[in-house]
């Protein structure tokens, strides 16, 4: 039996939970939004992501679909995010999704563009290897 999405609703709100109790500890404000954009794209973001890709088969089109069914998500059961809204990064930009992905073609490639929210440097924040 697969997990249910209140399931994944809790483990989200869980994992959010601890990383809002760590935060403090972590250090100054700029280590805390990295770990905060960290959290997001190895935890919540990939969790939906994740969900989504079970309930249908593929990964969405783009990160809209989490909150908003389309056609081709024939067995949709979102929304993905509770508030069902898409994430921002901790710098006030939009995640930069990409399926399939240029570093991860089979899957797809999620990214911050970091403090200096220029895309491509080397203070991006992504799911990938550097």
């Not at 805390?32 to 990939?46: H, M, N, S, Y």
């Not at 989504?52 to 990964?59: A, F, K, Q, S």
Request: hydrophobic fraction near 35%.
């Amino acid at each position: 039996m697969r997990p249910s999405l209140t399931f994944w609703i809790l483990a989200a709100a869980l994992g959010f939970l601890l990383y809002a109790l760590a935060v403090p500890k972590i250090g100054g404000h700029g280590e805390a939004r990295l770990a905060a954009a960290k959290a997001d794209i190895r935890g919540g973001i990939k969790s939906a992501l994740e969900q989504y890709r079970v309930d249908n088969g593929h990964y969405p089109h783009n990160l809209q679909n989490l909150v908003q069914k389309t056609d081709d998500a024939t067995n949709w059961h979102g929304p993905y995010f509770d508030p069902p809204r898409i994430p921002i990064d901790p710098w006030g930009n939009t995640y930069i999704y990409r399926c399939p992905g240029k570093h991860n073609p089979d899957s797809y490639d999620l990214l911050s563009m970091g403090p200096d929210q220029k895309e491509g440097t080397g203070d991006d924040i992504s799911n990938w290897v550097k």
